[in-house]
Nanobody, 123 residues
Framework: QLQLVESGGGTVQSGESLTLSCATS????????MGWFRQAPGKERNIVGC????????YYADSVKGRFTISRDNAKSTLNLQMNTLKPEDTAIYYC????????????????WGQGTQVTVSS
């Protein structure tokens, strides 16, 4: 089992920045492509972005492209999500997830999930 624990959520003002982290343990982190998803109240859980095992390839949803950056440190088994210029519509619970496959955009492709961290952006 790969355990994932998100941290760094909170409440910020519109336009501010926040960095989320996902600490992993239990299995070899570099064996997994990693994704960030988010779920707003009453909505589905959707991809924010993902990163390949090596970190050389990334994907971002159109809604966050140019504002969010995913990175990973395979030596420290951690995943990060730098969020800049936050908007009220970014308010959601953010989840990190791991897949033994590639950088997939569908949540059903991910094998392991964290418990999530709340991000609230006020206007």
């Amino acid at each position: 089992q790969l355990q994932l624990v998100e941290s760094g959520g909170g409440t910020v003002q519109s336009g501010e920045s926040l960095t989320l982290s996902c600490a992993t343990s239990g299995r070899t982190f570099s064996s997994y492509a990693m994704g960030w998803f988010r779920q707003a109240p009453g909505k589905e859980r959707n991809i924010v972005g993902c990163i390949s095992r090596s970190g050389r390839s990334t994907y971002y949803a159109d809604s966050v492209k140019g504002r969010f950056t995913i990175s990973r440190d395979n030596a420290k088994s951690t995943l990060n999500l730098q969020m800049n210029t936050l908007k009220p519509e970014d308010t959601a619970i953010y989840y990190c997830a791991a897949t033994s496959g590639d950088c997939y955009t569908g949540r059903s492709e991910y094998d392991y999930w964290g418990q999530g961290t709340q991000v609230t952006v006020s206007s």
